[in-house]
């Protein structure tokens, strides 16, 4: 497939390039410079900010299927960089931003898109219980978590509107296994290796022909296999979600 | 001492035809980024400019977000869904306790077929008017339950303006989901005045005609007590 990967210069995106571009062509969006060092090999760069309906457009023309990261970028580098400014930069670009690539997509006979959402919405919930996908999100008012959820929903309307297969992974809190020993485990953390697979699996889903909205919307959590979860992963399993980093040595001790 | 009220879209299609029915018992305080055609001060706040709302929300008990923007790519997301965070977010910085929202309902679309619709969930699509707006009430929510702003969202489909609430219960027909102006100022009240909403957040068919059996308006009665007459 031709692929295109947003916020292509942040860590996930590249774990998530590095895990698809064996098998498939990839282009890489972003408007953050640090994108044009050394990604040629991995695949074609495209500067643009999501922001940027023009090169949204282009970005999009081509392409089989859409990865959206939906990993913040820093806010403009001019103008007001306080707190506020900041945050409204974050919930324009998760809304506004998601919905131009998105709209953009569907113009150009886009059929799959995958979103990276985040379970910290279930952040409110107490310990002791096991959250599935069922569960109602309770996102705080922090704008990263809250944004990206309010992205989730923008995703979910697009398969609702349209025949396409839309996959949002909700992803726990992004750490290298090998770099958190010795900390406290968090039944949240996940492997970045592991979720560039979980977007690598969600690509396959193919339901845009499905009459039913519901088929074409699929949402999936997704973190490490511990004992003894908090976050419900087996509906991940159904499309081979298998984690290979489970933080055996925190979990054991 | 009268309640001091924000109402934000004051030049907008609803507010202009609200105010008459809050006026005589609280103090307005009208802003728009437009200036009211009608007669009366109109304070010039943009509410996509957290520092103009933040200013012009000093001091009131209440904020009535009627600011909407349907069809544009841009300033529908930073009218409905910016301008709403700006709102909650002023609103949990100068300790208001008490908001009002509007949306338009989200539902007809899938469900005209159905019946006795209440509360059902919201299907808002892609397009820029009805997708903002749900957004916005999830910002909503969510400042709301966060810092306990007690915070109500409205929701209507159309408003027959024209008609008294008397002459809309007698009707033989009447658009559905549409709510009368009387209506609308009665709910406004309600919301202003009940001690608490449930969970800090909820939403509220807005309708003055049930003779369809299609909509109704039960939660609003039920936790608001919203009542009409009987036909």
């Known amino acids: ?253 | 001492m009268k309640k001091k009220l924000l109402l934000l879209g004051a030049s907008g299609g609803v507010a202009p035809r609200v105010i008459p029915g809050l006026e005589s018992d609280y103090d307005l305080l009208l802003a728009d980024i437009a200036p009211r055609p009608q007669a009366g001060a109109c304070a010039q706040v943009d509410i996509t400019r957290y520092e103009q709302v933040l200013e012009a929300a000093a001091g009131v008990d209440a904020i009535l977000n009627f600011s909407v923007i349907r069809g544009d790519p841009t300033q529908s997301f930073h009218v409905n869904v910016l301008g709403a965070w700006h709102v909650m977010t002023a609103a949990a910085e100068l300790g208001i306790s008490r908001v009002i929202h509007t949306a338009p309902q989200l539902l007809r679309e899938d469900y005209d077929w159905d019946f006795d619709l209440d509360d059902p969930p919201a299907m808002a699509g892609t397009g820029y008017y009805t997708l903002t707006r749900m957004l916005s009430m999830e910002v909503c929510r969510v400042l709301a339950r966060a810092h306990r702003i007690h915070t109500v969202c409205f929701l209507f489909a159309g408003v027959g303006g024209e008609f008294s609430r008397e002459q809309v219960a007698e009707m033989r027909d009447f658009p559905a989901f549409y709510i009368v102006w009387e209506d609308l100022q009665q709910a406004c009240r309600l919301a202003l005045e009940i001690e608490s909403i449930p969970d800090y957040f909820q939403e509220f068919n807005m309708l003055s005609y049930f003779g369809q059996g299609k909509y109704n308006a039960d939660k609003a009665k039920r936790i608001l007590g919203f009542q009409r007459p009987a036909p």
């Open chain 1, 1 to 253: 497939m031709r692929i295109l990967i947003t916020s292509a210069a942040s860590p996930m995106a590249r774990a998530v390039a590095a895990e698809l571009k064996d098998d498939h062509q990839l282009r890489l969006l972003d408007d953050d410079p640090a994108l044009e060092t050394g990604e040629e090999e991995v695949g074609e760069v495209v500067r643009g900010s999501l922001l940027d309906a023009d090169a949204v457009w282009q970005a999009v023309r081509g392409m089989d299927a859409v990865v959206h990261t939906a990993e913040p970028p820093a806010a403009p580098k001019t103008g007001n960089q306080d707190s506020m400014a900041k945050q409204q930069f974050m919930l324009d670009w998760a809304t506004r931003g998601t919905h131009i690539l998105f709209q953009a997509a569907v113009e150009t006979g886009v059929r799959r898109f995958v979103y990276g959402s985040t379970l910290e919405i279930f952040s409110s919930y107490p310990e002791d219980v096991y959250i599935s996908e069922l569960w109602k999100p309770r996102p705080g008012p922090e704008m990263p978590a809250m944004s990206r959820y309010l992205g989730e929903l923008v995703c979910r309307e697009f398969a609702r509107d349209f025949p396409v297969t839309a996959t949002a992974l909700r992803l726990g809190r992004i750490v290298i296994e090998e770099e958190v020993e010795g900390q406290r485990p968090d039944a949240m953390w996940l492997d970045r290796r592991d979720a560039a697979q979980a977007f690598h699996l969600a690509l396959n889903r193919d339901r845009g022909d499905d009459l039913r909205f519901t088929a074409r919307w699929a949402l999936y959590h997704i973190c490490a296999d511990i004992p003894n979860p908090r976050f419900l992963i087996d509906s991940a399993r159904t499309i081979g979600y298998r984690p290979e980093h489970n933080f055996h040595k925190q979990w054991k001790a």
